[in-house]
């Protein structure tokens, strides 16, 4: 599965610009809804958990916009992706275009909306006066190259399997759910007592947001045994999807 083959890069670029503007063509704000969706929901949650965790979140809002940022990313890609392949099955059909293209495209698109909306994390810590912690900030890129790996990673698992048993869809619904709640997104991990908390920790997602979190919103250094192990867990779910969608991505026409 050669991703890097000049004659799909135009492709690659049109199912992107396509994406994009289809997510925001029937809204009349268009892009704008990368700020304000998370940006009214941060609002909601702060007014609502602010009074219960204030006291043990320092600066809730910057607190509950890192990690959201990250797992809209995570969630969004995903989904996506689940209708890459659904949803273009008549170019699939009726041409030889690459099928892992239309998977990249979606995780791509969603990360250029993760991009757009750490404009908004700027922005909200400039107006709560969070400090900038520019020698740690930088290290951020190494938990979001993790995340791009284990979301491409499921990414393609999930859109083969998608094809083939399309409830796999509807369940994701309760799986998203299931990772909104163990990945201490809008309350501190330490209020969950064992033994539920060893469970909510297996979340991969969570350990990722800790790290974003120790750089950008604590200023600190993450560790460097759980950096190591999260970047192996993302190489080897990265792996194993590519694995899956090789064996796989021949069939999926006669599945249509």
Known sequence: MNILNTNHLFLLHELVKKNFSSKYKDSSLGIL??????????MVFTIVFSTVFGRTIKNYPVYYLVGRTVLDFF??????SMNALRGNRNILIQTAAPKHIFVLASVITEFLNYLISLILVVGVMIATH???YFN????????????????TGFSLILSILAVYYSDIIHLWGVVSLLILY???IFYPMDII??????????????????????????????????????????IIILLFGIIVFRAYRDRVSKRF
Not at 75 to 80: A, C, E, K, P, W
Not at 221 to 232: E, F, K, Q
Request: charged content about 10%; hydrophobic content about 50%; proline content about 8%.
């Open 182 to 184: 163990t990945s201490a």
């Open 193 to 234: 007592s064992e033994p539920f908390r060893s469970y909510a920790i297996l979340s991969p997602v969570f350990w990722i947001i800790d790290q974003v979190r120790d750089y950008v919103y604590l200023g600190t250094m993450h560790s460097v045994s759980n950096t190591i192990n999260s970047m192996l867990l993302s």
């Open 136 to 151: 740690t900030i930088p290290y951020m890129i190494i938990p979001v190259i993790s995340l791009i790996m284990m979301t």
């Open 130 to 132: 969070a400090p900038f």
């Open 75 to 80: 969630n969004g890609s995903i989904t996506s």
């Open 33 to 42: 809804w990368s700020l304000l969706r998370p940006l009214l929901i941060m």
